[in-house]
């Protein structure tokens, strides 16, 4: 599978706390994006970051990626409830794109 | 207001049964893409559309047409519906290829249900 895999599946945090998320991939990128949505919703664009980039920031989000592991983190930072979601990587490849499986994200009030 | 629709928004067929989910974007935008979620397995690429009556094949295109004559829809056939394609379907666009790292902005979704 050209999927890529994220991890953790599932997590849970207090409100106010950091949560970091990581996505793996196995083939070359020209870049990487983050997605996130809310149950059962269409995606929303968060962040892209290029393959010549090793960290970029959008407000509470900071994205990393080591190109040389094949991997990204998305740290998002004092969490809120409204972040409750899940978070999906994603690649283009050719003309194609790649999602990986998710975190799920819990963000508890 | 940029968006992308879809409809039906639920849909309860029967096996065998053709139905066909519409795609519409107000974009301008060349490129399209029908996407299958799955509980873990993330979304998964059905087919896409570079532009008007150019389309191919993702990674789950079995069972499946498309079609793109006007640049605004996408319609996504299933001609015999099977249980199988039970899922929660998604719509993207966006503004041309993905090689440039372009964003993509899905519709709302379509959840299917086949018995």
């Known amino acids: 599978s050209q999927q890529g895999e994220e991890d953790p599946q599932a997590l849970s945090i207090q409100e106010g706390e950091n949560a970091t998320m990581n996505c793996s991939y196995k083939t070359s990128i020209n870049n990487l994006q983050w997605y996130r949505q809310n149950s059962g919703r269409g995606l929303v664009h968060l962040i892209l970051?290029?393959?010549?980039?090793r960290e970029k920031h959008s407000g509470r989000l900071r994205v990393t990626l080591d190109t040389s592991k094949k991997s990204s983190s998305l740290l998002i930072t004092a969490s809120r409830a409204a972040d409750t979601a899940s978070y999906f990587c994603a690649r283009g490849e050719g003309n194609q794109f790649y999602f990986g499986t998710g975190t799920s994200l819990t963000v508890i009030p | 207001e940029a968006q992308v629709t879809q409809n039906p928004r639920y849909l309860i067929t029967v096996t065998g049964k053709k139905l066909t989910v519409t795609c519409s974007q107000n974009m301008n935008h060349e490129y399209m893409s029908w996407y299958r979620q799955d509980p873990g397995l993330g979304l998964r690429q059905i087919y896409y559309s570079m532009n008007v009556e150019v389309t191919d094949k993702g990674d789950v295109p079995e069972g499946y047409k498309v079609s793109r004559k006007e640049k605004r829809n996408f319609p996504l056939i299933l001609e015999s519906p099977s249980p199988n394609q039970t899922s929660l379907y998604f719509c993207?666009?966006?503004?041309?290829?993905?090689?440039?790292?372009?964003?993509?902005?899905f519709g709302p979704g379509t959840r299917l249900l086949v018995l």
């Open positions: 970051i290029r393959s010549n980039e």
């Open positions: 993207a666009s966006s503004p041309q290829a993905l090689g440039v790292g372009t964003t993509q902005y």
